[in-house]
Every structure is written in C-alpha cells, then in structure tokens.
C-alpha cells in the first residue's frame, strides 16, 4: 500500500513539475563537459574570440576574449574545456563573483582583465590559487581591502590595477609580498599617508599611479626607496613643494604627472636631476614664469604640460629657446595630453591614474 502511495506521489510531482515549466535539460545535462571545439563556438556565439600561439594554429587555446560581451557568470563553464588558457579578458561585461569558479582550473593564467565587471570581494577567494598570475587588472569593481587577503598568494604578480575600486589604506598589507610588482594603480582610491608605507618594500616598482587619492608630503617620504621607477602619477593629492624633495633619487624617471596639485615653481628644484624625463605634466598648479629655471636642463622632455599655470607666453617663449626639441602646452584640453604621448612607450603607464 504505502510503495502504491509513493508511486502516486512520484506521478503527482512529475505533473506539477510538467504544469510550472520543468526545464527540458536536467542540470547535470547542462553542466556536461564541453570539448574544445563547443567551447569556442561557445565563445564565438557570445561575440568573443580566441587565440592560439601562432607557431602552433593547430595547438590548444591559450587566450579568451570575452570582453564587451553578453557573457554571464553560467557561461564562464566553458572555461573547463580550455584549461590552457594563459590570457583572459572578461572586462565590461556583466560576470560576478560566482562565475569566477570556473577559472579554478586555468592554473595556468597568467593575465586576467576583470575591469568593470561586478566581481567583489568574494569572488576574489577562486583566484588565490591561480599562482602563475602576472596581470591582474580589478579597475572599476567594488573589491575592498579585505578583498585582497586572496591575493597574499600571487607572488608573480608584475601588473595590479585596482583604481576606482574601494580599496583603502589598510587593505594595502595585503600587498606587501607581492614584491615582484612593476606596476600598481590606484586612481581615485580612499588612500591616506597610512596606506602608502606599504608600499616602501615594493622596490621593483616602475609604474605607479596613485592618483587622485588623499596623502601627503608625509606619505611621499614613504616612496623615496621607489629608486626603480619609471613613470609615477601624483595628480591631485594634497602634495606640496616639500613634498617634491622626496622625488630627487628617482632618476629613472620618464612620466612624472603633477598636475592639479598645491605646488609653485620654487618647488622644482628637485627635478633638476631627473634628466630622464620625457613627459612632464604641471598643468593646474600655481608655477610661474620666476619658478622656470629647473626644468631649463631637463633636455630630454618631449611634453610639457604648463595649461592652467601661472606661467605666461613670455615665460613659455624663454623656456622653448632652452627646450626646442620639447612640445610645451599651454591652454590646451586636458583630454589632448594623451593624444600627444603614443611616440613615447611605457609599459603600463596611465597618465590618468
């Protein structure tokens, strides 16, 4: 009797399941595993590509661009059927934190774009055991600090870009290991003097951007180890002409952005040695025609950024006779700085962050 029971009851919730739409495909059917050639059709279906190396067309995929596209969080199980995959971009697209278990298996990432994307803190705990990581980049996500305990772990980490993100003073020891790190960006970040001492061990460093951010001269005593960097972009913090001193041992110096900060031409006096200095940008602070002399040697500068100054034609007409091999900008849109850069190259420098 109570086996008849069953039965009727098994039949009565096979008819509900039916009457409220009971999906054609069980889950375990979803979930079945792709091969490689589905999942680049996969790929291709959501208006992204692939790559292979070029010595090898016939080889497995090693990159997945799926960036701009419609992909979801259920689609990343495609990933589970190109587990050589070293390139991955999933930027401007729509991917949370739940869709980055599917990455588990790329042990073999080594770039990874997730900018824009609604990746938070907890989505980071699936990429703590991709160790073979060099780039990362988290730009526009809500990570926090705390976020970035999962990130202790990769140490060949040389590209990390968490600007506009919630990333604050104290989150920044999580990074203090990641010594390999040449380059780190945290444009419009909540950072302080506090949150830069944890940076002094990042010797390695060559581009830095910490624009838009809080500290000050205090904060930049904290970077004078940075003796390696190329290109470093402080515009507008609360730094002033004291400040700048701090800037004198960085001779390697190529890209120094200083605009929008409380600084005057007495101020550059510390530059004077930074003859490796191609792109330099002062627009909107208060340097004068007297505060000029400085950068009168600085032979090497293509861009000099002066819009916004004190500075006037007078003072721009003596200066070009000293630098006749350097286009000075005066007055000119803020936005046309970058048009003015591709003939120089640096490694990723971003003058805006």
Avoid: C
Avoid at 68 to 93: E, G, I, M, N, S
Avoid at 143 to 172: N, P
Avoid at 232 to 243: A, E, M, S, V
Wanted: proline letters at 3%; hydrophobic letters at 45%.
């Amino acid at each position: 009797m109570a086996s008849g029971q069953n039965l009727r009851g098994w039949f009565l919730l096979v008819a509900l399941a039916v009457a409220v739409g009971w999906p054609a495909s069980p889950a375990w059917a979803a979930e079945k595993k792709m091969s490689q050639d589905e999942a680049i059709a996969a790929v291709e279906n959501l208006g992204g590509g692939v790559g292979v190396y070029q010595e090898d067309p016939e080889g497995p995929v090693v990159a997945v661009y799926l960036n701009a596209t419609a992909v979801l969080d259920r689609d990343l199980r495609l990933l589970q059927a190109l587990p050589h995959v070293r390139y991955l971009t999933l930027a401007d697209t729509e991917v949370t934190g739940a869709g980055l278990k599917y990455l588990r298996g790329l042990t073999q990432l080594e770039s990874l774009d997730l900018h824009r994307t609604k990746v938070s803190d907890a989505g980071l705990e699936a990429l703590a055991k991709l160790t073979q990581l060099r780039i990362l980049n988290l730009r526009n996500t809500s990570i926090t600090g705390a976020g970035l305990k999962s990130l202790r772990g990769l140490t060949r980490l040389q590209t990390l870009d968490l600007g506009w993100t919630r990333v604050a003073d104290a989150g920044l020891e999580n990074l203090e290991g990641l010594t390999r790190l040449q380059s780190l960006s945290f444009a419009f970040d909540h950072l302080s003097d506090a949150g830069l001492k944890h940076l002094r061990g990042l010797t390695q460093l060559k581009t830095l951007g910490l624009g838009y951010n809080s500290f000050t001269d205090a904060g930049l005593e904290d970077l004078r180890g940075l003796k390696d960097l190329e290109a470093l972009n402080l515009r507008h913090t609360k730094i002033t002409d004291q400040g700048l001193k701090n800037l004198q041992g960085m001779t390697h110096l190529v890209a120094l952005n200083l605009r929008l900060n409380a600084i005057t031409g007495a101020g550059l006096e510390p530059l004077k040695g930074l003859n490796s200095l191609k792109i330099l940008d002062l627009g909107g602070t208060q340097v004068a025609d007297a505060g000029l002399e400085p950068l009168q040697g600085l032979t090497n500068l293509q861009v000099l950024d002066l819009s916004r100054t004190k500075v006037s034609a007078k003072g721009v007409k003596e200066l070009q006779k000293a630098l006749p091999n350097t286009h000075i900008l005066t007055g000119v849109p803020v936005r046309l700085f970058g048009d003015l850069m591709p003939p120089v190259r640096f490694r990723g420098l971003r003058m805006d962050g």
